[in-house]
């Protein structure tokens, strides 16, 4: 069975999630005279299968770091240079398969190339499939932050095959959840109650339960970046967890899973509603439980707090000093709170002191 959820928009797309799903590609890059194939070497293989289905097209491997230490600038100009060789032009199309890392990259690649060519994320993790590779957000890190040059570039069609699962670490499927618990806090609740239902099922990549919940959370990332591709205002919901768990990315190397980051950012972010009286207590204790029932982290270093509050200055929420949060007045009833006091900030982050 194959699920095609559409993401509108000026240029819309299709996300594609099933199984064995080689035979999307080529409507996906119809007209291409080349594919650019950017993966990981570990995804050599699935590279390689992808690339089989590239028909006539000849196809360019490119080969690319493994995570975040492929989400560089100097990865992104090796790219430039290896299309430049190949002569690629703006009907060409850059494919990326892997996790959300090398999607980033591969959309940041494809959008400033030539100023904007197609690109095809073909998500393998569950990070990639059910968020990074659905919106258009591409980007790379630079020393000053996570994903500071980037562009908004929406893909020309989104691939999902959840037989990528299969070799997916248990420990990456547990980190991709954190963001589908996210969507769970800011749009659907059903989402939370399938992980607290079974959280063995909601882990099996072979499982009924995590398909519904990767397609679940899809349908709310493309209903929010269907109406607001830019972030002007709705899509900053997404970014629910994500200031404390950038800067504890950012502080910890880039060594940090993502979505591990995620899930402590989703905590603090909950203990800031409730500790500004918009968040109920049940709701923001429901976060942990949730979290830790997936055995993703839930604590973070006592003593970093005067670290990580300058790195969550430099998110993009920010406005001139002001810090913005993503914060909950209910269940599914995201909003903003602009410019807490610091002690707030402090108070807030002893939920997730260790
Ligand atoms: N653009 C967006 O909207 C958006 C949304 C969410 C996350 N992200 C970004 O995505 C990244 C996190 O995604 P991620 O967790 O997929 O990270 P990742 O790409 O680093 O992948 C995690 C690890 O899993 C491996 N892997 C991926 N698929 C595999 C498979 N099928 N089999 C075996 N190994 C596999 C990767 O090689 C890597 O080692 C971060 O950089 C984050 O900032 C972006
Ligand atoms: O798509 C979005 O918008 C998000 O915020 C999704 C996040 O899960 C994702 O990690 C995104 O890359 C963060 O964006 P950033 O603008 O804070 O770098
Ligand atoms: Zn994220």
Redesign the pocket.
């Known amino acids: 069975m194959v699920t095609r959820i559409p993401v509108t928009g000026d240029r819309p797309y299709d996300v594609v999630v099933g199984r064995g799903l080689a035979g999307e590609l080529p409507s996906m890059i119809e007209g291409a005279a080349r594919v650019a194939v950017l993966h ?1 070497p ?2 050599r293989a ?1 590279a390689e299968a992808v690339a089989a289905a590239a028909g006539a097209a000849t196809v360019v491997p490119i080969e690319v770091p ?3 230490r492929g ?1 560089s600038i100097e990865v992104a100009a090796r790219c430039w240079d290896t299309l430049g060789e190949a002569g690629f032009t703006r009907t060409d199309v850059v494919v990326g398969v ?7 990259l591969a ?1 940041y690649v494809a959008a400033a190339w030539l100023r904007g060519v197609r690109w095809v994320p073909v998500a ?5 499939m059910v ?2 590779a ?2 258009g ?3 790379v890190n630079i020393a000053a932050g ?2 500071l040059v980037g562009a908004f570039h929406p893909p020309a069609g989104v691939i999902c095959d959840l037989d ?2 299969d ?3 248990a420990a ?1 499927i547990a ?2 959840l954190a ?1 589908v618990v996210k969507g769970g806090f800011i749009a659907d609740p059903r989402i939370l109650e399938l992980i607290e239902a079974d959280p063995a099922a909601a882990l099996d990549p072979r499982g009924d339960v995590l398909r519904e919940l990767v397609e679940r959370k899809i349908r709310v990332k493309a209903d929010v970046v269907g109406v607001d591709l830019l972030e002007s205002g709705l899509r900053e919901i ?1 970014n629910y967890g994500h200031t404390l768990g950038h800067a504890i990315e950012r502080h910890e190397k880039y060594t940090w ?3 591990d980051a995620i899930a402590v950012g989703l905590i603090f972010a909950a203990e800031l509603g409730r500790l500004t009286g918009r968040l109920d207590e049940a709701t923001a204790a429901r976060h942990r439980t949730v979290l830790e029932s997936l055995g993703l982290p839930t604590a973070y270093r006592a003593d970093a707090f005067d670290d990580l509050l300058p790195a969550m200055r430099v998110d993009k929420k920010a406005r001139a000093a002001t810090l913005r949060f993503v914060v909950l007045d209910g269940l599914a009833k995201p909003g903003i709170l602009a410019g807490p006091d610091e002690d707030v900030l402090r108070a807030a982050y002893a939920a997730v002191a260790r």
């Open positions: 990981p570990a995804l699935r493994d995570a975040e989400k892997g996790g959300g890392a090398t999607t980033d959309g393998t993790s569950v990070a990639g968020d990074a659905v919106g957000k591409t980007a996570k994903n990528a699962l070799t997916l670490p990456d980190a991709g963001e997404l899973r993502h979505g």
